[in-house]
C-alpha cells in the first residue's frame, strides 16, 4: 500500500492550493483518507477526512468554508482544496489511510495504518 501527496508549494494569504494523493496497492479494499497536517512545534493534526465513497467528510473548525476533500476513486486519488489560505495554515501536510468504509470523526495519527510522505505548504502574508 502507497500514499504520494503532492502539490504543495510557497502561496501568498488569500491564494490556493490543490494537493493530491494518489493511493495505490489497495485492491478492493474500502478506505478512508484523512488529511493532516503538522507545523513546526506542533503535534500532527487531522484537518479532514472522506469516506470511502466521498459521501462523508469532516473538517476541523480552521478550515471549515475554505478547505474541500473530495476523491476520485476511478483515479484512486483524493483531493484537498485549499482556498483563502492564511499563514497560519503553512505545515508540512500528510494524507493517510484507514481500512474502513465510514469516516466517522476526526482521529488521531495513531488511527490511520498508511502514510503518504508529507508536501510542504508554506503561505506568505
Known amino acids: 500500500v502507497q500514499l504520494q501527496a503532492s502539490g504543495g508549494g510557497l502561496v501568498q494569504a488569500g491564494g490556493s492550493l490543490r494537493l493530491s494523493c494518489a493511493a495505490s496497492?489497495?485492491?478492493?479494499?474500502?478506505?478512508?483518507i484523512g488529511w493532516f497536517r503538522q507545523a513546526p512545534g506542533k503535534e500532527r493534526e487531522e484537518i479532514s477526512c472522506?469516506?470511502?465513497?466521498?459521501?462523508?467528510?469532516h473538517y476541523t473548525e480552521s478550515v471549515k468554508g475554505r478547505f474541500t476533500i473530495s476523491r476520485d476513486n476511478a483515479k484512486n486519488t483524493e483531493y484537498l482544496q485549499m482556498n483563502n489560505l492564511k499563514p497560519d495554515d503553512t505545515a508540512i501536510y500528510y494524507c493517510a489511510a484507514r481500512v474502513t468504509r465510514a469516516a466517522g470523526r476526526l482521529l488521531d495519527p495513531s488511527a490511520y495504518s498508511n502514510w503518504g510522505q508529507g508536501t510542504q505548504v508554506t503561505v506568505s502574508s
Open positions: 496497492g489497495f485492491g478492493s479494499a474500502y478506505y478512508t
Open positions: 472522506i469516506s470511502s465513497t466521498g459521501s462523508e467528510t
